[in-house]
Nanobody
Framework: QVQLMESGGGLVQAGGSLRLSCVVY????????LGWYRQAPGKTREWVAA??????EYEVFVKGRFVISRDVAKNTCYLQMNSLEPEDTGVYYC???????WGQGTQVTVSS
């Protein structure tokens, strides 16, 4: 059974950086297309970024600040978040599009 486990969240001041990690416990198919989503308090979950073998894509509100990457040898996907803003606060989730599996989420809090 495929499992995703996020880590790297925490409390940071506005303008700071965090790097989230998502370890994928599964097969190569589960690593083929991965995404990051986030959910702010009282709001619906929203897409942030995605990565496939050939492409990366970003929601407009993080483009230029966040970078998604992956290390296939480590079965890990990363989300480097720079120039963080209070509006980036929320629980960040990793998602495998191939297996349709979510991670448990990691909390990111950005103080002003």
């Amino acid at each position: 059974q495929v499992q995703l486990m996020e880590s790297g969240g925490g409390l940071v001041q506005a303008g700071g950086s965090l790097r989230l990690s998502c370890v994928v416990y599964g097969n190569s198919f589960s690593m083929s297309a991965l995404g990051w989503y986030r959910q702010a308090p009282g709001k619906t979950r929203e897409w942030v970024a995605a990565i496939t073998r050939d492409t990366t894509e970003y929601e407009v509100f993080v483009k230029g600040r966040f970078v998604i990457s992956r290390d296939v040898a480590k079965n890990t996907c990363y989300l480097q978040m720079n120039s963080l803003e209070p509006e980036d606060t929320g629980v960040y989730y990793c998602y495998s599009y191939g297996e349709k599996v979510w991670g448990q989420g990691t909390q990111v809090t950005v103080s002003s």
